[in-house]
């Protein structure tokens, strides 16, 4: 069974920084891609961030451009999520995602493997 493991939440004031790893734990698996997203309390999971290992692109949501940097790893099935600049409305569990198969790339349901999530609190 594939395990995605999220890592790096917590508390942070407005302003503040967090870098969130995921890392899988489990059978190998091969992706093509991995992704960040992020539900807040009463509201749907939503994208993030995600990186293409076949076109070596990155993708953002608006809402974090020039704030948030996704970085990883191919090889190892690792993605990191540099997150500067924090605001209170980044408040929410982060789950990070891999793709192995075609979809939208910015769309969850394109997603096989998902973490357990990892809360993170902007205080403002």
């Known amino acids: 069974q594939v395990q995605l493991v999220e890592s790096g939440g917590g508390l942070v004031q407005t302003g503040g920084s967090l870098r969130l790893a995921c890392a899988p734990s489990g059978r190998t698996f091969r992706s093509n891609a991995m992704g960040w997203f992020r539900q807040a309390p009463g509201k749907e999971r939503e994208f993030v961030a995600g990186?293409?290992?076949?076109?070596?692109?990155?993708y953002y949501a608006d809402s974090v451009k020039g704030r948030f940097t996704i970085s990883g790893d191919s090889a190892k099935n690792t993605v990191f999520l540099q997150m500067n600049s924090l605001k209170p409305e980044d408040t929410a569990v982060y789950y990070c995602a891999a793709r192995d198969g075609l979809g939208y790339l910015k769309n969850p349901s394109a997603f096989a493997y998902w973490g357990q999530g990892t809360q993170v609190t902007v205080s403002s």
């Open positions: 990186i293409s290992w076949t076109v070596g692109y990155t």
